[in-house]
């Protein structure tokens, strides 16, 4: 687990410029802000086509992940032991607030500020606060770590 917390310039720098370049092809081809929660909404509406593309764009970042996983040399145990309570709290909380803030971290995070849009700067603002309030208050005042 200590490789998580160690500083990663150049891995964070390529990763960073993987991630640009994903969402600039992204927007470029299919007109769209490469955004997840708008990305999983876009599958709720039955009366809609099947949506191939938010399936197949869903099942390549879930196999992209596992794919990492299985990369020998970069072999990491996954966090357990966390209440479940507090996780399904935390999911709720998540979704409640990208419906509130009319998207996620990844639509105002990166193609947002991006284009120099006020509102997702505001709206990662508010997210990096409230993520440090959360990790503050879990860990010092629950004391979960």
Same mark, same amino acid.
């Given at each position: 687990m200590?490789?998580? *917390?160690?500083f *990663? %310039?150049?891995? $964070?720098l390529?990763g /960073?410029? +993987?991630? =640009?370049?994903s969402s600039?092809?992204?927007? +470029?081809?299919n007109?769209?802000i490469?955004?997840m @929660?708008? +990305?999983?909404? /876009?599958?709720? %509406?039955?009366?809609?086509?099947? %949506?191939?593309?938010?399936? *197949?764009f !869903?099942?390549?970042l879930?196999? /992209?992940?596992?794919?990492?996983? !299985?990369? %020998?040399?970069?072999q990491? *145990?996954?966090?357990?032991?966390?209440?479940? !309570?507090? !996780?399904?709290? /935390?999911?709720?909380?998540?979704g409640?607030? &990208?419906?509130?803030?009319?998207?996620c &971290? $990844?639509g105002h995070?990166? @193609?947002?500020?991006?284009?120099? $849009?006020l509102? @997702?700067?505001? =709206? &990662?603002?508010?997210?990096?606060?409230? #993520?440090m309030? $959360?990790?503050y208050?879990?860990?010092h005042?629950? #004391?979960i770590?």
């Amino acid at each position: 687990m200590d490789f998580i *917390t160690q500083f *990663t %310039p150049y891995r $964070s720098l390529i990763g /960073g410029i +993987l991630i =640009a370049l994903s969402s600039v092809f992204f927007l +470029l081809v299919n007109g769209r802000i490469a955004g997840m @929660s708008g +990305l999983i909404h /876009g599958l709720l %509406p039955p009366d809609k086509p099947f %949506p191939l593309w938010r399936v *197949t764009f !869903l099942f390549g970042l879930a196999f /992209g992940g596992l794919f990492y996983f !299985l990369i %020998p040399s970069i072999q990491f *145990t996954p966090r357990g032991h966390y209440p479940i !309570l507090l !996780l399904l709290i /935390g999911g709720f909380c998540v979704g409640f607030g &990208t419906r509130m803030g009319h998207g996620c &971290t $990844s639509g105002h995070g990166v @193609s947002g500020i991006a284009r120099l $849009s006020l509102r @997702s700067l505001i =709206a &990662t603002l508010t997210f990096i606060f409230t #993520g440090m309030l $959360s990790i503050y208050f879990i860990r010092h005042i629950i #004391g979960i770590y």
